[in-house]
């Protein structure tokens, strides 16, 4: 079990600019496939971006491609959001898995999740 804490979630207007940190409480990141998943009002939960454990693969939804990028040291891992739209707003959460496997683009491939950090984007 790790324990995840993200941040850096706020307002901001449409085609502004966020970044989101996700740290693993007291552990560092390696060997964890890292994903980051959004959860608007009334909504499932979905896939954003993720980065595999070996950091040879990175993978986007078709909705934030172009738009945001997942990066990642020894200890976080960030999604830089770029031309923020007002249907980015949600909660956003990190999720991680021990050598998960591939893709990581959904939900049953992690049980590590953080408590979320919202993000809203006005027009």
């Known amino acids: 079990q790790v324990q995840l804490v993200e941040s850096g979630g706020g307002l901001v207007q449409a085609g502004g600019s966020l970044r989101l940190s996700c740290a693993a409480s007291?552990?560092?990141?390696?060997?964890?496939?890292m994903g980051w998943f959004r959860q608007a009002p009334g909504k499932e939960r979905e896939f954003v971006a993720a980065?595999?454990?070996?950091?040879?693969s990175k993978y986007y939804a078709n909705s934030v491609q172009g738009r945001f990028t997942i990066s990642i040291d020894n200890s976080k891992v960030y999604l830089q959001m770029n031309s923020l739209e007002p249907e980015d707003t949600a909660v956003y959460y990190c999720?991680?898995?021990?050598?998960?496997?591939?893709?990581?683009?959904?939900?049953?491939?992690?049980?590590?999740w953080g408590q979320g950090t919202q993000v809203t984007v006005s027009s």
């Open positions: 999720a991680a898995e021990r050598f998960g496997r591939s893709p990581p683009t959904t939900i049953d491939e992690y049980h590590n």
């Open positions: 980065i595999d454990w070996s950091r040879n």
């Open positions: 007291g552990r560092t990141l390696s060997g964890y496939t």
